[in-house]
DNA sequence: CGTTCGATGCACT
DNA sequence: GTGCATCGAACGT
């Protein structure tokens, strides 16, 4: 059920492409939240200029160099913080970033951590397919944070397991949301699911008008 | 529809 | 001091 940490001591494109229609879940003293993963990227090696191994190790980065199967989770922009799996194996830094969840259980908890945000203040509230729809937004409705750094996903209180759920088509493209590194095609999503993030960006193709 | 921009904290140079 | 693996509101067309 638990995914062991073997299934990340892997290539992680591989990886990536297998985390879609696996549930994560997060149990927390407020109850469990979890989510069927739609939506990840990868980052792979300090030769990908947008992984944050880029510049090699650093205080920030070392879990990425660390075994497969923790959990490498860090604060971006000053808001948001991000949750990757380490894969690959130690000394190769490299990693999935999980994008979108489909919500299964926990929904009231997660409306309620997503409503606290200062910005959602007397909004309406959020439908469900939104609630993880972005890699920021999962981590506020699971209740996701700094102290789950390095976190064994094998063995909790956040996990990631497979519990028989179809992966759907899977669509590959451009990663999203960085300004280097945009030629890889490493994002891996569920082919039109209503809690992907982003649409694929269009090829900038500069073919003259019709 | 589209693009721009502020909030906000910290790692890194 | 600079620049983010974001979010969502505020604009312009």
Redesign the pocket.
């Known amino acids: 059920m638990i995914l062991p940490p073997d299934f990340y001591a892997r290539a992680t494109l591989d990886v990536a492409r297998d985390l879609l229609g696996k549930v994560l879940v997060y149990r927390a003293q407020a109850g469990a939240a979890s989510g069927v993963i739609v939506e990840v990227?990868a980052?792979i090696g300090e030769d990908d200029p947008?992984?944050?191994a880029a510049?090699g190790r650093?205080?920030?980065?070392v879990p990425l160099y660390g075994e497969p199967g923790r959990a490498y989770v860090y604060?971006?922009?000053?808001?948001?913080h991000?949750m990757?799996a380490v894969t690959e194996r130690e000394g190769h830094p490299a990693?999935v970033?999980i994008r979108a969840l489909q919500p299964l259980e926990g929904r009231a908890l997660m409306r309620r951590r997503?409503n606290r945000?200062?910005?959602?203040a007397g909004?309406p509230p959020v439908a469900d397919h939104d609630l993880c729809r972005?890699?920021?937004?999962l981590t506020r409705a699971l209740g996701i944070t700094l102290d789950d750094n390095l976190c064994s996903l094998s063995r909790g209180p956040l996990t990631i397991r497979d519990l028989g759920h179809a992966r759907g088509t899977v669509a590959w493209s451009s990663r999203?949301?960085?300004?280097v590194g945009t030629d890889r095609l490493w994002r891996a999503s569920v082919a039109g699911h209503p809690s992907v993030?982003r649409p694929s960006p269009e090829p900038r193709a500069q073919s003259p008008k019709p």
Not at 176 to 179: A, S
């Open positions: 990227e980052y947008a992984c944050h510049a650093t205080a920030r980065n604060l971006n922009y000053g808001l948001h991000l990757n990693a970033l997503r945000a200062p910005w959602r909004k972005g890699p920021g937004n999203v949301g960085i300004r993030s």
